[in-house]
């Protein structure tokens, strides 16, 4: 209960500082006159993004093909994990953003061999950044190769930290870089197992936890950014948080089977179109570079949440109760949360019964009715994380 009355101070005093008739003349207007026509201009770019998201997974399915030459589980990146490989293929790091540890594994013919390359690829994953991370990426090095469509936005990769500031608080000297990777990579803390995949070569295994508060370290990245959102979009800061939190757990480099891009998952064909258009009042499709961006990500989240807040739930009246229906709409859709009311995706069929609803009846016929379960975990994961936001960014 005092998550519930916490999230509705806050959004007193941001939600509710603009009025729905000020926002229909000022940030509406343009994305309502174009909405209609957009829609068929939509399905047209779905086609041709299709055609290319197809080229695409031909690359990663060839490209994971490759890795099965060397590994048993030939890994890659997802919404939570960022995996990156060495030229060779052999060496690998596995940076886990929910669990909070980095898995470093190299196939190698002697342990001394395998202590060199796991310590060179240990330094090299907590202190790279985010441009060099994408550059030096064996698989976004050949996407890069195929040809977007013309009407796609796409943007270079900003240099930000990914690790360096949770290890180290710090961009470290090398004294303390080398302090750092020794005191990790000590013999006993390196594990090996045969490789079935290479002959005559084994595969040794170095673990390391990041610190417990890496988490929060990872969000003050961002926080100037999400900030600076907050205020465009009218949306609190503990939300944006706490949906980054929970879409990716601040892996810059995540990616899902969606496929959806970066810190708040951005799908490109649906968010994408929806938040560009209102954004910038261009008809465009975003590229997974594009949204590999933080600033770009962060602003099209935000933008997303404005939407479906202001506009797609704009007829449910208690504020709270629609926090809760965007909340769960950003995981699995407006429709979907219609029906859960109405048996309905319309919207104006299931906002009458939202409304003669309390938002506590609202949250608990989200938690009961919604039609999957993962947008029900979501809720809940996002609503108690705005609370721990709310504590640390006050």
């Known amino acids: 209960m005092f998550v519930k009355t916490l999230i509705s101070l806050s959004l007193s005093s941001l939600l509710l500082a603009q009025s729905s008739n000020d926002f229909q003349k000022t940030q509406m207007g343009a994305f309502e006159n174009q909405k209609s026509q957009f829609s068929s201009y939509k399905t047209g770019i779905e086609d041709e993004f299709n055609s290319y998201q197809n080229s695409l997974q031909k690359e990663y399915d060839k490209y994971t093909k490759e890795l099965s030459l060397f590994w048993e589980d030939p890994i890659i990146s997802t919404k939570k994990r960022w995996v990156a490989y060495s030229e060779d293929k052999k060496t690998r790091t596995d940076v ?14 002697s342990e001394q061999e395998a ?32 040809k977007k469509p013309s009407y796609m936005a796409d943007d270079e990769i900003k ?22 990777v020794n005191e990790k990579a000590k013999d006993e803390n390196i594990r090996s197992s045969s490789s079935k995949k290479v002959k005559g070569e084994r595969i040794y295994t170095l673990n390391v936890s990041m610190p417990s508060d ?17 205020l465009k979009q009218n949306i609190p800061v503990p939300l944006i948080f706490a949906v980054i939190h929970s879409e990716s757990s601040y892996n810059p480099r995540a990616r899902s089977h969606i496929p959806a891009y970066g810190l708040m998952q951005i799908v490109p064909k649906t968010a994408g179109i929806d938040s560009y258009l209102f954004l910038y009042k261009e008809k465009k499709i975003v590229s997974g570079s594009y949204l590999y961006n933080s600033k770009n990500n962060i602003t099209m989240g935000s933008a997303y949440l404005h939407i479906l807040y202001y506009k797609y739930l704009n007829k449910i009246k208690d504020p709270q109760s629609r926090l809760y229906c965007t909340i769960a709409a950003y995981n699995t859709g407006a ?13 104006h069929k299931a906002a009458p019964i939202i409304n003669s609803m309390t938002p506590n009846e609202v949250y608990d016929a989200l938690l009961r009715d919604l039609k999957y379960s993962e947008p029900k975990e979501y809720l809940k994961k996002v609503s108690k994380r705005m609370l721990s936001y709310h504590k640390a960014y006050q």
């Open 96 to 109: 886990d953003f929910e669990n909070e540890t980095i898995v470093v594994e190299t196939i190698a013919s």
């Open 115 to 146: 202590k060199e390359k796991l310590k060179k690829a240990l330094a090299n994953v907590v202190t790279i950044d985010t441009k060099k991370a994408h550059e030096s990426d064996l698989l976004e090095q050949r996407l890069s190769k195929i």
């Open 159 to 180: 240099a930000e930290p990914i690790l360096s500031t949770v290890i180290f608080d710090k961009e470290p000297s090398k004294d303390a870089l080398i302090s750092y």
């Open 214 to 230: 890496a988490m929060l370290k990872r969000s003050k990245i961002y926080y100037e950014e999400v900030k600076k959102q907050s």
């Open 335 to 347: 429709g979907n949360v219609a029906w859960a009311f109405a048996k309905t995706n319309n919207m």
